[in-house]
């Protein structure tokens, strides 16, 4: 049962800006924290970045400055705005909540800075 669906990734110059898109169903968003997190060959899945319910927000420092977390919960989705890519910002990036809960990773989305 496919619970969370990232989108909007792809193929970007360095400096460039892409915005993900995570939607999902009421019952994830309803009445938890969201995350973005990202992985990139032969790393660990990391968190960039989380969002409470109300709006609080909290970034990777890799990110701090560059990316910004929103959600729009009548939507429930989350969005994840990424400006000033760099090539180390490569990854798959995915939604969940945080912490995160095993059943509802995705496919993710695949982001690709070239240099």
């Known amino acids: 049962q496919v619970q969370l669906v990232e989108s909007g990734g792809g193929l970007v110059q360095a400096g460039g800006s892409l915005r993900l898109s995570c939607a999902g169903s009421r019952s994830i968003f309803r009445i938890n924290v969201m995350g973005w997190y990202r992985q990139a060959p032969g790393k660990q899945r990391e968190l960039v970045a989380r969002i409470t319910g109300g709006g609080s927000t909290n970034y990777a420092d890799s990110v701090k400055g560059r990316f910004t977390i929103s959600r729009d919960n009548a939507k429930n989705t989350v969005y994840l705005q990424m400006n000033t890519l760099k090539p180390e910002d490569t990854a798959v990036y995915y939604c969940?909540?945080?912490?995160?809960?095993?059943?509802?990773w995705g496919q993710g989305t695949q982001v690709t800075v070239s240099s």
């Open positions: 969940n909540t945080d912490p995160p809960y095993t059943p509802y």
